[in-house]
């Protein structure tokens, strides 16, 4: 009967919010364009609205379909957030794509979707274009997040601002909320990322529940400069702001440099952080006329909050969960250093081996209990075999992480997905650089793991077993070939070769001895 309940957004999708947005906020500054180089622009709740429209019927005029997949790889600029929920509010569905992706990589996004079209900038137009032979047609923004374009628009590309036309011409259809949304592909402990498929229900839970976990209001202003292709950036910042009525001020990336002129600037109130930005932050001076009544990162109140002079919310959450499963209160003294609390619009657990509940003081695996194509994701789009398995015969998603429940009811996070790798803020799979290192004529057997690093928290290193002792080209020959087909942040740091690896049971390579040699040798 679950099945047949009703969603807290019947009769709506992404347009409901966009059209209530401009009609009640209007002239309220929605989105504002803070370009490391040209002009910085702002968008109106209304002209938001108008411009969403107008890229809309210009996607129907060029024959795509609702339901039809967009390839969209562009670093973080207007164009990402216009063609994001631009395909959504034409019934398209946007496929965002981690803009340091490779060549084999954004290949692999392309077919695997069934993408009809794509959107990037010049820095990445001859890469996309490569790349995705099987795309109808391929759209370029005019700069590279404000900056001039290095080189001309490949013959066949067209520009983005040609995808445009008469809002009036939009065909009607249903205000559908389980209609699909946007995919993001994300690394899981396969060799190919999945496909998060999310609904318009899941965007729009996304934007009220964040909302509502961040205490946003419709005077804060959120900046956001974490990439807009993954779910912090779309739902906890984008999203939530657009529900709340505020204001988003986005930049190109982070940069430590044009933190507090940009926030003091705009009078920034909110933002989400994590350990590498605060970092570098750190040895900066605080400005003490500052705005900001609040941060989210992975922990609560971490001591570097009374350096800035501001709370931190501690979260947890996923693509898969659209928004925090767990979170730290906006309101009260949290526990420093936890993940917070459940968020009460999940059924958290955790629970031991034998899937009984853990007590206080234990760890045990992390299991979410939700709606999927509400507040979990619909499906893995194309893989029914990894969507059943990535729940339990309860219907709990498996989130892959270990959890300790704190005698104070609070919640600490204990450790990762076995063979997951978290590299500045990425979820990197090592079966995905394993994957590469492993076809490299010379190798015999690879495994990765992760080391500790200063600001990136982890970096990958990779132990080789070659097949002729002595091949002292295979190094040079697996960097090549990593960094042809791997993103930049998953390349491994180091290439050790090795006589042997460390075993366990059943012959399987013992990664915990890999890492502690690593610990070991770093002192």
């Given amino acids: ?42 968008w109106s709740y209304a002209d938001f609205a108008v411009t969403i429209r107008r890229f809309a019927a210009g996607l129907q005029a060029r024959g795509v379909k609702p339901a039809d997949r967009i390839l969209v790889h562009l670093d973080n ?30 290949a692999y996004f392309a077919s695997h979707s069934g993408a009809v079209g794509g959107i990037t900038q010049p820095r990445f137009a001859d890469l996309v274009m490569n790349a995705t032979h099987g795309l109808g047609w391929l759209a370029v923004t005019e700069t590279d997040n404000g900056a001039p ?57 996304g934007g009220k529940m964040c909302a509502l976990h961040e205490d946003l209001r419709p005077e804060d202003v959120h900046l956001v400069y974490l990439p807009l292709f993954h779910t912090n950036a779309q739902s906890y910042s984008v999203l939530a702001a657009l529900w709340a009525g505020a204001s988003i001020v986005v930049q190109p990336k982070f940069s430590a440099s044009r933190f507090w002129p940009v926030s003091l600037k705009h009078r920034c109130t909110w933002t989400s952080m994590i350990p590498f930005c605060l970092k570098a932050l ?47 209160s906006p309101h009260h003294a949290d526990a420093p ?3 917070g609390r459940p968020s009460p619009a999940y059924d958290i657990h955790i629970v031991g081996d034998d899937g009984a509940p853990v007590k206080p003081g234990e760890t045990g ?45 609070y919640l600490y996070f204990a450790d990762r997905a076995k063979d997951m790798l978290k590299v500045g803020g990425e979820n990197v799979a090592a079966s995905e650089i394993e994957r590469v290192i492993a076809a490299v004529p010379g190798v015999q ?20 077993i070659p097949r002729l002792a002595g091949d002292s080209g295979l190094v040079e020959a697996i960097l090549a070939a990593c960094r042809q087909t791997l993103a930049s942040f998953k390349q491994p740091h180091e290439i050790r070769l090795m006589e042997s690896l460390p075993r366990s049971t059943l012959e399987k390579v013992a990664k ?9 040798d770093a002192g």
């Fill in 337 to 339: 250093l936890s993940m």
């Fill in 512 to 520: 915990a001895e890999l890492r502690a040699l690593l610990r070991e």
């Fill in 1 to 42: 009967m679950r099945d047949q309940a009703l969603t807290p957004f019947e009769g709506m999708d992404i347009r409901t919010l966009i059209d209530g947005q401009a009609a009640r906020r209007g002239a309220h500054p929605w989105l504002i364009w803070e370009p490391f180089e040209g002009e910085g622009r702002t």
């Fill in 149 to 205: 374009a290095e080189a001309p628009r490949p013959a066949g590309a067209e520009p983005f601002a040609a995808i445009d036309a008469d809002p009036a011409t939009l065909a009607a259809r249903p205000h559908a909320p389980m209609a699909h949304f946007a995919i993001q592909y994300t690394s899981g402990t396969t060799a190919r990322p999945k496909a998060v498929l999310w609904t318009h229900a899941n965007a729009l839970w």
């Fill in 365 to 409: 695996d992390l299991l979410v209990g939700g709606r999927p194509g509400l507040s979990l994701f619909l499906e893995y789009a194309g893989d029914p075999a990894a969507t059943a398995a990535a729940f339990t015969p309860e219907g709990l998603f498996i989130t892959g992480d270990r959890v300790r429940l704190g005698g104070d009811g």
């Fill in 282 to 328: 750190a040895e900066l001076p605080v400005p003490p006329d500052h705005r900001y009544r609040l941060w989210g990162n992975g922990v609560c109140e971490p001591p570097t909050d009374a350096l800035f002079g501001v709370k931190t919310i501690g979260w947890w959450g996923m693509t898969e969960t659209i928004t925090q499963g767990t979170v730290g």
């Fill in 77 to 106: 600029c207007p164009e990402a957030i216009i063609a994001w929920l631009g395909c959504a509010y034409a019934g398209a569905v946007a496929v965002t794509t981690n803009a340091k992706s490779s060549a084999d990589e954004i």
């Fill in 445 to 464: 057997e690879v495994a990765v793991v992760a080391k500790r690093h200063p600001m990136l928290d982890e970096a990958p290193v990779a132990f080789v």
